[in-house]
């Protein structure tokens, strides 16, 4: 249920959940993270809703925005704002809540690279710009931390080779090279958009068991946000 609070709505009682974003390029690693915090007791875990994004009553906007992303970029982004704010505002038991990326990230990366890119018309990206600017204005969308698995491209295009998803199989290095700089601009450069929460940044070029050594080693700075 949400309730009014300092003019924004919020839901009832889940201002008081912690959330860390797990954020980064495609292949950076997201899924491995959220799999290891999974096992931590008092961590609700929620992966991107890629299913979802796969099969609208019946239709796959996700394959048919790698398809002609001009024609079905604004289709296929409205409903990743829409499912990530569902995401956002979902309620939860535990805690702490850990998100695969948000609707910032869906914003600030993936909507300004179609843009960007010229891939997007100008009235697109201004009708999402609308929506997004209302829902941050009008709803309560708190993240205590961003975490950020920093990968290079080279590393996330070999490892998209490596698990040949159908959808990915498209894209070329140069998305991958664009993603990298919207994050890079965003949350270490910070010359875009404001940030929502500290960021912490994990370097992510490694294999699977560094990482999770590394995840390992950073569990009390990333669980910290619980506390704050």
């Not at 008092?42 to 992966?47: A, S, Y």
Request: aromatic share 8%.
């Amino acid at each position: 249920m949400l309730s009014s609070s300092q003019g924004k709505l919020v839901r009832n009682g889940e201002e008081k959940k912690a959330v860390i974003c797990i954020e980064g390029n495609i292949a950076s690693g997201k899924t491995t993270c959220l799999e290891y915090f999974s096992k931590t007791n008092n961590i609700e875990v929620l992966t991107e809703p890629v299913s979802k994004w796969r099969n609208v009553r019946g239709h796959n906007p996700l394959g048919l925005m790698y398809q002609d992303p001009t024609r079905w970029g604004l289709t296929l982004q409205t409903y990743i704002q829409l499912t990530m704010l569902d995401r956002h505002l979902s309620p939860t038991s535990a805690p702490v809540r850990m998100m695969e990326r948000s609707i910032y990230s869906a914003k600030n990366i993936f909507v300004e690279n179609l843009f960007k890119s010229g891939k997007m018309p100008e009235v697109d990206f201004a009708v999402l710009s609308e929506w997004f600017d209302w829902i941050t204005h009008n709803i309560a969308i708190p993240v205590d931390l961003i975490v950020y698995l920093q990968t290079s491209p080279h590393t996330c295009f070999e490892r998209l080779k490596d698990r040949c998803r159908e959808e990915e199989k498209v894209i070329p290095m140069e998305y991958l090279e664009a993603i990298h700089k919207l994050y890079e601009d965003w949350l270490i450069n910070q010359t875009t958009f404001p940030l929502p929460a500290p960021v912490l940044v994990i370097s992510a070029d490694h294999d699977r068991q560094k990482m999770l050594h590394q995840y390992e080693e950073n569990r009390e700075k990333i669980l910290a946000a619980s506390h704050v």
